[in-house]
């Protein structure tokens, strides 16, 4: 592959960045509180994007689109993650059920569903993880029972992100009690007006209200809205999976990070530049990593564990920036938004409790490992 930019990829680049300047808040340094707290703003933003075309750039014109190329949506999220744009809340939508409906979808499903995530006015959730089956997803137990032209769900989701903001969800439940727990589940779409559902708050570590917990109760769902076939949804959601861990946007986020904290240690006399220089060199491999996945799709395959490989580095090296963010200022850097003794203006420690859910959220570290382990190496399962 080429290691260089083309001309055509650093004008986008430049262009990317002059609408930035344009069309986010004024003096925006991203949020403190989390999007949530500024949905009025995620929602105005993302209209922006949609009104200029760049939701997801490189979807086909026909489903709202762009048709640009892979790189060029690379570059594109690159920075709008730097720049902690707040269009976070829709990452879902775009990243995950876009990519997910336009492999395993009907013509149907996809004209349904695609042109409202582009417009900016649909929204989504992801009903995966349960109080009993995070790291070991194919243990879920929400059932989805056939009744006529419907499946009737009944159980729990947890930690599922901004559901109390969400249009539609993306959900994996039990239809085969009988088979292996990898054959016996099957994945719907599952519009979030429907009688039955009720959604919880879960306040995190750092003060902020992004997930929930999700109960069913006889929530009816039409059998028209199931992707993929009957009981072979896991092969669905994993899709979905190594769409979420393609980690470009994790990668231009911890560059941040890292760039706020070189500029927050100029003047203390060079006492960290070793740290630093480690952390710069780990965010170079982290981006090769992601621009690995990159390549691949760019020949038309979906990435497996080089997914896996990138995720599970990125993850990990936004724990170490985070925690450096905190330790090297001492007990100050402890200190929240709200002192305004706070180094980095209290980021470092918001930063510090978040990165703790880095290497959960979309497979743990050790089922990473266990991914690069088996479909990597070829290593026999324990």
Not at 103 to 116: A, D, F, N, S, V
Not at 171 to 196: C, E, N, Q, V, W
Not at 312 to 334: D, N, P, W, Y
Request: aromatic content about 8%; overall charge neutral.
């Amino acid at each position: 592959m080429e290691f260089r930019y083309s001309t055509e990829e650093n004008a986008f680049r430049d262009q990317v960045r002059s609408w930035l300047d344009e069309n986010l808040p004024a003096g925006w340094q991203g949020s403190a509180g989390g999007e949530d707290e500024d949905w009025e703003t995620s929602k105005a933003f993302i209209k922006r994007l949609a009104n200029r075309g760049w939701v997801a750039p490189a979807w086909p014109v026909e489903y709202g689109g762009s048709g640009m190329s892979l790189m060029e949506q690379t570059i594109f999220k690159e920075e709008l993650a730097y720049r902690r744009a707040p269009n976070g809340i829709h990452i879902i939508a775009v990243g995950f059920v876009g990519p997910t409906v336009m492999t395993h979808g009907t013509e149907h499903q996809k004209r349904r569903h695609l042109p409202g995530i582009t417009s900016g006015d649909t929204f989504w959730c992801q009903g995966f993880s349960e109080p009993g089956s995070g790291s070991d997803l194919a243990s879920l137990q929400t059932r989805a029972v056939r009744d006529g032209d419907d499946f009737v769900v009944n159980g729990q989701k947890i930690w599922t992100s901004y559901a109390h903001r969400a249009d539609w969800m993306i959900l994996l439940a039990r239809t085969d009690p009988d088979a292996p727990k990898h054959r016996g589940i099957s994945y719907f779409l599952l519009d979030m007006k429907t009688p039955g559902i009720t959604i919880r708050p879960l306040v995190n570590l750092a003060g902020r209200h992004g997930f929930n917990e999700v109960y069913f109760d006889n929530v009816r769902i039409p059998s028209t809205n199931m992707i993929g076939e009957l009981n072979r949804g896991w092969y669905v959601a994993t899709t979905t999976l190594d769409f979420e861990r393609s980690a470009v946007s994790g990668v231009a986020d911890a560059a941040r990070q890292l760039d706020d904290l070189r500029a927050a240690l100029r003047g203390t006399g060079g006492r960290h530049q070793n740290l630093l220089a480690q952390l710069a060199i780990e965010n170079e491999v982290a981006r090769g990593l992601s621009y690995r996945v990159l390549h691949l799709q760019q020949q038309g395959a979906v990435p497996n564990y080089e997914a896996s490989v990138a995720k599970l580095f990125t993850s990990e090296l936004k724990q170490r920036i985070s925690s450096a963010a905190v330790s090297v200022f001492g007990l100050a850097g402890q200190l929240l938004p709200s002192d305004p003794r706070a180094p980095l203006e209290g980021s470092g420690a918001l930063q510090y409790m978040d990165s703790v859910s880095a290497t959960i959220a979309g497979g743990t570290s050790d089922i990473q490992r266990n991914i690069v382990a088996t479909r990597g190496l070829g290593l026999p399962r324990a």
